[in-house]
């Protein structure tokens, strides 16, 4: 944990994309890209500021979360995808993961939306709340290890409406 500077968490601007990008990069490789996530953001925007960076005292981007909108099933429930979080190799485990997780599902929750997916480390999200989807219940547009698809309530039994294949808006 970082006890020296407070974390430094803003909106992700269109100046930050470069940088967001290259950060990304190098948290999860190359191959990044051909993850299913990336299918249901691919010509998508994130949700109306609900992209954050982290920053150093020099103003270098250290870490990054985005929130998309996502529906699921034949009704299109709406609800968000989270991701992707990563901070920068050289300053992981000083608790910005952490710090942009919690600030990023406050403003999601201030929004008024009720449920989370992601897909990721369970052990990680599980500090956050994160539990795993039931098997079957939600059916993702290409190969994803369902052990690591996660859910959030934001709204106590969200998840009970959602059910069926998820779609990125601009397919419905
Ligand atoms: C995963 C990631 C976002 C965490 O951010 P971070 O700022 O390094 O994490 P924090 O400082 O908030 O938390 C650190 C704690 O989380 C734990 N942790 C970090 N990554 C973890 C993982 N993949 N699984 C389980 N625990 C993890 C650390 O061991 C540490 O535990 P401690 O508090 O008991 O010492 C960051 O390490 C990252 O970008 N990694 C590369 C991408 C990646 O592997 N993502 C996997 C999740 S999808």
């Known amino acids: 944990m970082n006890t020296q ?4 968490i803003c909106r992700q601007t269109a100046d930050d994309h470069a940088a967001v990008e290259t950060l990304l990069d ?36 250290t870490g990054c979360i985005s929130f998309w909108k996502i529906l699921i099933g034949d009704q299109h429930c709406e609800a968000v995808l989270l ?8 300053h992981q485990g000083e608790g910005l993961g952490k710090a942009l ?9 201030n929004n008024g939306h009720r449920l989370i997916l992601l897909v990721g480390d369970a052990p990680y999200y599980a500090r956050a709340g994160f539990r795993q989807v039931p098997v079957g219940k939600i ?3 290409g190969p994803v290890d369902y052990a690591r ?5 934001l709204e106590a039994g969200a998840m009970q409406e959602m059910r069926g294949l998820v779609i990125a808006p601009g397919r419905a």
């Open 5 to 8: 500077n407070p974390i430094n």
């Open 139 to 141: 059916v993702f547009p």
């Open 26 to 61: 190098e948290a999860f490789g190359m191959d990044r890209q051909t993850k299913a996530s990336y299918r249901l953001r691919e010509g998508e925007q994130p949700l109306d500021g609900l992209a954050f960076v982290t920053k150093d005292n020099n103003g270098e981007i």
């Open 83 to 90: 991701g992707p979080l990563a901070v920068a190799p050289d």
């Open 149 to 153: 698809l996660l859910y959030l309530e």
């Open 101 to 109: 997780m919690q600030y990023g599902i406050s403003r999601v929750r």
